[in-house]
């Protein structure tokens, strides 16, 4: 006799994401997922999705979505093509560690192997990108997996799982009972602190003179950052933070002081090699942040706190490593330290920070005359939006300006292409992000090259009438590219130059308004129209063709030969 | 400075994980010169034996990314003297090669078995360490060898503690209940 319980397995899954708190969807559909969209159909009601214009941008938008809701991200695609344009996204989101879980259609299970029509190995092409990943052939398997993918992405270090559901699981039936996991057996996400680690941390502070704090996204990633703070303010411990950790603390804090690495500040760099003792926090060595290696850190003791075992003494030989997730670690030791920093050596800081001030950032915020320069656009909407909006950048010198030249208050308010540095991915976050934060403004800076590389999302903003504020600083070049173009081949300019389309007219086809900013004198008041219409606004702004980003740690050089200008 | 070391890690089974793990190893450009991937006396469980040689720095490294996976319940490292390890080799020689009573001699020094004799060729089978059956490759060569096939390594901690104690000693997966 017929169960009249059962659903199919496309339902299962819908119920399944429910289960699991879920209520927005990025994707796009296509034939071998048509069963579960014919679901989406019918539980419209309680499952938002988002129709997206190319499944990249999908990834891209669920993983912004995650970032900014602290909920994982959710994002579906068809089999063969549609599921082989999510792997920038997925590898983006596995290289910065963000919970999304992909689910891509695949062909009926029969047809496994045989290269049939839009069939792509989907376990294979994700396995280097994911955390983990899962073929499910038949419908009773769904709820089994999903839970499984919620418990692996979201805990331990976050990261990004793929479900590939052929056409048949989708169409069988199963009777649906849902359970989520609480624990497996062959993964432990939280790690047990010992006391003899935080005894250490304690001494090797203790023994410290100039002791330096790097904070990591891993301190956005566990909701560390009232840790972080509460840390800082008793120890007084300069704390530098890397890309991912921009806005973990805010940037008005008195001990805050600047973004580490390749185009961060020059105090955090330089003072990386005087201090004693360095604390990692969440962080990973990244070789955008160390410079050579061989040189780096080269007077301190460290100690890495770290949720993955596997990043402990990976780049960074440390002095004592502790497995543990930050939160328990801060949680540990704060109410135990008594330590103060001496004066002298936070003042070393402030020293070489108005240096950098003096050299560089008064002429990139306030340039005064000649051309525009995306720095001044960005402190001045910094002002304009008392450092509380959140920012989504591309890749590239849009992407270290903004991290630059934006005062970050709260929490999750950068959003940005660390570990991949994927251009185009500026547009699509900014939409998830939007999505994620409805009443919070969204400002996207990006250049011309990335902006045009995922430009059809412009269709997606206009369709869900996401208020998204879109800078483009068009500098007519791979600026970032030309910037090393510049500086290492004797500005030979191979194929960086490009012609760019009149962007505002663009946005005006999509249905989105916008303006072209040529003169200095016109950005306040565009900024302002920008600031208040209430849909999406796109700014083109001329700026400077051939502006530089500074400071700059050279390819191979030390952290702290770090420079000022050329 | 570079050495033999045995990795061995212990997964659920599923499909692809053997996938995962060899990726751990050719993304780091590390050579695996045998890999022996079988079930264990615990169901479910499987036991990947991979010999490699590399530097400790390394090892350490990527038995560390290997653990990492959620799949894998536990990987570790020896040296090969903390381990008992072992290949099995097998032979097929000429029957009239196979009745000469030298070679009767030579399996008795050796420790190996005759394991079956079909119309034309024996079957004999060597266990050791690979310098072992090498060696009997080598003396056996002059009589005319057919067929040689080797196994990968397998192998057995010096440790006290038995692997068997700690996989029976898992904790099953736990739901939330509704
Ligand atoms: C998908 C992708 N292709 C190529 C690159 C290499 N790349 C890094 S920055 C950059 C230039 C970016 O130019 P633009 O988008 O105009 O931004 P700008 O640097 O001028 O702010 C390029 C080509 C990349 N990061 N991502």
């Given at each position: 006799?017929?169960?009249?319980?059962k659903i199919t397995g496309a339902e299962a899954i819908l119920l399944s994401l429910?289960?699991?708190?879920?209520?927005?969807i990025?994707g796009y559909p296509g034939g071998a997922m048509m069963p579960i969209y014919d679901k989406i159909y019918s539980k419209g009601?309680?499952i938002?999705h988002?129709?997206?214009?190319?499944?990249?941008?999908?990834?891209?938008?669920?993983?912004?979505?995650?970032?900014?809701?602290?909920?994982?991200?959710?994002?579906f695609a068809t089999s063969g093509?549609g599921a082989?344009?999510?792997?920038?996204?997925?590898?983006?989101?596995?290289?910065?560690?963000?919970?999304?879980?992909?689910i891509t259609a695949q062909v009926p299970s029969m047809l496994?192997?045989?290269?049939?029509f839009q069939?792509?190995?989907?376990?294979?092409?994700?396995?280097?990108?994911?955390?983990?990943?899962?073929q499910v052939t038949s419908a009773e398997e769904i709820p089994?997996v999903i839970?499984?993918?919620?418990?692996?992405?979201?805990?331990?270090?976050?990261?990004?799982?793929?479900i590939d559901v052929t056409k048949d699981a989708q169409l069988g039936t199963l009777?649906f009972?849902?359970?989520?996991?609480?624990?497996?057996?062959?993964?432990?996400?939280?790690?047990?602190?010992?006391?003899?680690?935080?005894?250490?941390?304690?001494?090797?502070?203790?023994?410290?003179?100039?002791?330096?704090?790097?904070?990591?996204?891993?301190?956005?990633?566990?909701?560390?950052?009232?840790?972080?703070?509460?840390?800082?303010?008793?120890?007084?411990?300069?704390?530098?933070?890397?890309?991912?950790?921009?806005?973990?603390?805010?940037?008005?804090?008195?001990?805050?002081?600047?973004?580490?690495?390749?185009?961060?500040?020059?105090?955090?760099?330089?003072?990386?090699?005087?201090?004693?003792?360095?604390?990692?926090?969440?962080?990973?060595?990244?070789?955008?942040?160390?410079?050579?290696?061989?040189?780096?850190?080269?007077?301190?003791?460290?100690?890495?706190?770290?949720?993955?075992?596997?990043?402990?003494?990976?780049?960074?030989?440390?002095?004592?490593?502790?497995?543990?997730?930050?939160?328990?670690?801060?949680?540990?030791?704060?109410?135990?330290?008594?330590?103060?920093?001496?004066?002298?050596?936070?003042?070393?800081?402030?020293?070489?920070?108005?240096?950098?001030?003096?050299?560089?950032?008064?002429?990139?915020?306030?340039?005064?005359?000649?051309?525009?320069?995306?720095?001044?656009?960005?402190?001045?909407?910094?002002?304009?939006?008392?450092?509380?909006?959140?920012?989504?950048?591309?890749?590239?010198?849009?992407?270290?300006?903004?991290?630059?030249?934006?005062?970050?208050?709260?929490?999750?308010?950068?959003?940005?292409?660390?570990?991949?540095?994927?251009?185009?991915?500026?547009?699509?976050?900014?939409?998830?992000?939007?999505?994620?934060?409805?009443?919070?403004?969204?400002?996207?800076?990006?250049?011309?090259?990335?902006?045009?590389?995922?430009?059809?999302?412009?269709?997606?903003?206009?369709?869900?009438?996401?208020?998204?504020?879109?800078?483009?600083?068009?500098?007519?070049?791979?600026?970032?590219?030309?910037?090393?173009?510049?500086?290492?081949?004797?500005?030979?300019?191979?194929?960086?130059?490009?012609?760019?389309?009149?962007?505002?007219?663009?946005?005006?086809?999509?249905?989105?308004?916008?303006?072209?900013?040529?003169?200095?004198?016109?950005?306040?008041?565009?900024?302002?129209?920008?600031?208040?219409?209430?849909?999406?606004?796109?700014?083109?702004?001329?700026?400077?063709?051939?502006?530089?980003?500074?400071?700059?740690?050279?390819?191979?050089?030390?952290?702290?030969?770090?420079?000022?200008?050329? | 400075?570079?050495?033999?070391?045995?990795?061995?890690?212990?997964?659920?089974?599923?499909?692809?994980?053997?996938?995962?793990?060899?990726?751990?190893?050719?993304?780091?450009?590390?050579?695996?010169?045998?890999?022996?991937?079988?079930?264990?006396?615990?169901?479910?469980?499987?036991?990947?034996?991979?010999?490699?040689?590399?530097?400790?720095?390394?090892?350490?490294?990527?038995?560390?990314?290997?653990?990492?996976?959620?799949?894998?319940?536990?990987?570790?490292?020896?040296?090969?003297?903390?381990?008992?390890?072992?290949?099995?080799?097998?032979?097929?020689?000429?029957?009239?090669?196979?009745?000469?009573?030298?070679?009767?001699?030579?399996?008795?020094?050796?420790?190996?078995?005759?394991?079956?004799?079909?119309?034309?060729?024996?079957?004999?089978?060597?266990?050791?360490?690979?310098?072992?059956?090498?060696?009997?490759?080598?003396?056996?060569?002059?009589?005319?060898?057919?067929?040689?096939?080797?196994?990968?390594?397998?192998?057995?901690?010096?440790?006290?503690?038995?692997?068997?104690?700690?996989?029976?000693?898992?904790?099953?997966?736990?739901?939330?209940?509704?």
């Open positions: 006799m017929k169960n009249v319980n429910m289960k699991e708190d879920i209520d927005t990025f009601r309680s938002k988002i129709l997206v214009r190319h499944e990249q941008g999908a990834a891209h938008a669920a993983q912004a979505y995650a970032q900014v809701s602290g909920k994982p991200g959710v994002c093509p082989t344009n999510l792997i920038t996204g997925i590898a983006n989101a596995h290289l910065d560690s963000i919970p999304v879980i992909f496994l192997g045989t290269d049939a069939e792509t190995d989907m376990i294979s092409l994700s396995m280097p990108v994911t955390k983990w990943n899962y089994d839970a499984k993918a919620f418990f692996f992405a979201t805990t331990g270090r976050p990261g990004p799982v793929l009777d009972n849902y359970k989520s996991i609480k624990s497996i057996r062959s993964y432990n996400p939280s790690p047990a602190i010992q006391d003899e680690d935080i005894n250490q941390a304690i001494s090797l502070i203790a023994s410290s003179e100039r002791p330096l704090l790097l904070a990591g996204h891993g301190i956005l990633l566990a909701g560390a950052t009232s840790q972080l703070k509460t840390f800082t303010d008793k120890t007084k411990i300069p704390c530098a933070v890397t890309l991912m950790g921009k806005s973990a603390i805010s940037e008005d804090h008195p001990y805050y002081v600047g973004m580490l690495g390749m185009h961060g500040n020059y105090a955090p760099n330089i003072l990386t090699n005087k201090a004693d003792l360095i604390i990692a926090a969440g962080m990973r060595f990244d070789d955008r942040v160390t410079g050579d290696l061989k040189r780096y850190a080269t007077d301190a003791k460290i100690i890495h706190v770290d949720i993955d075992k596997a990043e402990l003494n990976k780049n960074v030989r440390s002095h004592l490593a502790i497995h543990a997730n930050i939160k328990d670690f801060f949680d540990r030791i704060i109410p135990r330290i008594t330590y103060q920093t001496p004066e002298n050596w936070i003042e070393q800081f402030r020293q070489l920070n108005a240096i950098e001030e003096e050299k560089v950032v008064r002429k990139d915020c306030f340039p005064g005359n000649g051309k525009i320069h995306a720095g001044e656009v960005i402190y001045l909407l910094s002002r304009k939006t008392n450092g509380e909006a959140v920012v989504v950048t591309d890749v590239g010198q849009n992407q270290m300006l903004a991290a630059r030249y934006y005062q970050y208050k709260n929490p999750n308010t950068l959003i940005t292409s660390g570990g991949l540095g994927t251009m185009g991915f500026g547009l699509p976050a900014a939409m998830g992000a939007q999505v994620g934060r409805p009443d919070n403004t969204v400002i996207l800076f990006t250049g011309d090259g990335g902006f045009q590389m995922t430009v059809q999302e412009l269709g997606t903003v206009f369709q869900y009438n996401l208020p998204v504020k879109i800078v483009i600083f068009n500098n007519n070049f791979l600026g970032m590219v030309r910037q090393w173009q510049q500086l290492f081949n004797e500005k030979r300019y191979a194929e960086t130059n490009m012609p760019t389309p009149d962007f505002p007219l663009l946005a005006k086809a999509f249905g989105i308004e916008g303006e072209l900013v040529k003169d200095r004198t016109e950005i306040p008041g565009a900024l302002d129209r920008m600031l208040e219409h209430s849909g999406p606004y796109l700014l083109e702004i001329k700026t400077e063709k051939e502006a530089n980003v500074f400071p700059m740690i050279y390819p191979g050089k030390a952290v702290d030969e770090i420079v000022l200008e050329p | 400075m570079k050495n033999t070391y045995t990795i061995t890690a212990f997964s659920e089974n599923h499909i692809g994980l053997l996938n995962r793990i060899t990726i751990v190893f050719t993304r780091r450009h590390i050579n695996i010169e045998s890999l022996t991937v079988s079930s264990t006396e615990v169901k479910g469980i499987h036991r990947f034996t991979i010999v490699v040689e590399d530097t400790e720095e390394q090892v350490v490294k990527v038995v560390n990314q290997v653990e990492k996976l959620p799949e894998v319940l536990r990987a570790e490292w020896y040296l090969n003297d903390e381990i008992i390890y072992r290949e099995i080799a097998l032979y097929k020689i000429p029957i009239d090669v196979a009745i000469d009573k030298n070679i009767e001699q030579i399996m008795r020094e050796f420790n190996a078995h005759m394991v079956d004799i079909q119309d034309g060729f024996v079957i004999i089978e060597n266990t050791g360490h690979v310098e072992d059956t090498e060696k009997l490759y080598e003396v056996l060569k002059p009589y005319g060898i057919l067929q040689f096939v080797r196994s990968g390594r397998i192998s057995i901690s010096k440790q006290k503690k038995e692997l068997s104690t700690y996989l029976n000693e898992l904790p099953v997966n736990e739901y939330v209940k509704e």
